[in-house]
């Protein structure tokens, strides 16, 4: 069990700490290390056209879907890649939106969901992971 | 395992666009680019292994 604290972030005063989590993207030889959001309201993956495009993804040229959110309606391109958080590493098919703001990566039910048991402890500003076990 | 709280309010303070490199226990941002692409040539050139994040995004207002 990973224990995670909740990361302040900037905007107004005493905003809520978001839970974020520190990962690695990883597209064949390309790979991009930074934090996503852990979104329990997000279907699926998501990772802005910026990161896509630094992974080495032509999502230009992959066919749109359209999709929508509480913000709105959005054209979503899909690509599967890898992810490694902590120690784990495992297939990830991700949403690439344009304009995607202000998280370019969130992560949600179609993925982390599935692959560990999430408990947000709000009050504590903190949440915890357990990976599932496959063996 | 715990992974400590990482701030980003104290990290982004003083760069309002562009994107930053962070050093791997998340307290120190070591590099900034205009775009990920040259902060990430940036962190090349020092032989860094870095955390890459946007600045200059407001999340107070976000609904997922």
Redesign the interface.
């Known amino acids: 069990m990973i224990t995670v604290e909740y990361s302040p972030m900037p905007g107004l005063k005493n905003s809520l700490p978001q839970p974020m989590l520190p990962l690695k993207f990883i597209n064949g030889t390309k790979e991009v290390s930074t934090y996503a959001l852990v979104d329990s309201e997000a279907a699926g993956a998501v990772i802005s056209t910026v990161i896509a495009e630094d992974l080495g993804i032509d999502w230009q040229k992959i066919p749109g879907v359209g999709g929508f959110s509480v913000g709105g309606n959005f054209i979503s391109h899909a690509a599967k890649i890898k992810v490694r958080i902590f120690d784990e590493e495992f297939g990830l098919n991700v949403n690439i939106i344009e304009g995607v703001a202000p998280y370019k990566a969130i992560l949600g039910q179609r993925d982390l969901f599935q692959r560990a048991k999430i408990i947000f402890e709000g009050y504590k500003k903190v949440f915890h992971i357990e990976f599932r076990n496959y063996n | 395992?715990?992974?400590?709280?990482?701030?980003?309010?104290?990290l982004?303070k003083g760069f309002k666009s562009g994107w930053v490199g962070i050093s791997t226990d998340?307290k120190k941002v070591l590099v900034h680019g205009e775009?990920?692409?040259e902060a990430?040539l940036k962190a090349e050139e020092k032989k860094l292994?870095?955390?890459?994040?946007?600045a200059g995004?407001?999340?107070?207002?976000?609904?997922?």
């Not at chain 2, 395992?1 to 104290?10: L, S």
């Not at chain 2, 292994?49 to 946007?54: A, G, V």
């Not at chain 2, 995004?57 to 997922?64: A, C, H």
């Open positions: 395992m715990k992974q400590k709280k990482i701030d980003f309010v104290k982004l998340h775009t990920l692409k990430k292994d870095l955390f890459f994040f946007p995004e407001r999340y107070d207002n976000f609904v997922g």
